[in-house]
């Protein structure tokens, strides 16, 4: 196996990351639909990250990541995988990114980070002290701004570590890109998911060429 992902090219490599992540991760035509708006959401964020970073910080953590989480968390299955032949459990240990638990602990700094700013105002000398709710407003999303980027920076080092330098820099671009990319792959969920179809069968590979099993 590591002989053969050394082989591979950051682009084979890109997209046999964005393939294990939709076909572990995805089956669900609701979570599909959510990553749908949440990709919207995102890239609207990345405009507005250049005229106000206020407003791009609270659709990015507030509205994208809401939606996001939410699919994975509460409507994607998580009994034996019969298409992939795989527990939840295997296919939360192989993970390359952030899997459900590493989650929990991202979510829960999320949500610390502004009652941290509360009791310590100036956040140890790095803020100038709020003195009133705009200013509250600002330093919180300055907070999870740099979180954001903290949890990206932190698991593509961690992966130079654990799978190599070209797979932490394959899912650091994955992650950066998947906005644009979740559009084109989940466009059409929402309508699948209004003629009630609730799972995706996976009967396309990564191309959108169908399987030899459909």
């Not at 952030?98 to 509360?118: E, Q």
């Not at 899912?171 to 699948?192: G, N």
Request: hydrophobic share 45%; aromatic share 14%; net charge neutral.
């Amino acid at each position: 196996m590591g002989d053969a992902k050394g082989r591979q090219t950051f682009f084979e490599e890109l997209r046999e990351q964005r393939w294990d992540d939709h076909r572990y991760y995805h089956q669900s035509r609701i979570n599909q639909t959510l990553h749908f708006f949440s990709a919207l959401s995102f890239l609207t964020a990345y405009v507005m990250i250049w005229i106000d970073p206020v407003i791009a910080c609270l659709l990015g953590w507030l509205v994208a990541m809401t939606l996001r989480q939410s699919g994975h968390f509460f409507f994607e299955p998580k009994t034996y995988d019969l298409i992939n032949d795989a527990t939840h459990e295997h296919k939360e240990n192989i993970k390359v990114g952030y899997n459900l638990s590493r989650k929990v602990v991202l979510i829960s700094i999320f949500v610390l980070l502004p009652l941290i700013l509360v009791g310590e105002p100036s956040l140890f000398g790095l803020f100038a002290p709020h003195a009133n709710g705009s200013d509250f407003l600002h330093n919180t999303c300055v907070m999870w701004i740099g979180l954001g980027a903290l949890a990206i920076v932190f698991r593509t080092v961690q992966l130079f570590f654990v799978r190599g330098v070209q797979s932490g820099l394959v899912w650091a671009t994955k992650i950066l890109t998947d906005p644009f990319h979740d559009v084109k792959l989940y466009h059409r969920a929402p309508l699948y998911l209004l003629r009630g179809e609730l799972l995706d069968p996976m009967d396309e590979d990564w191309s959108g060429k169908p399987t030899a099993a459909s």
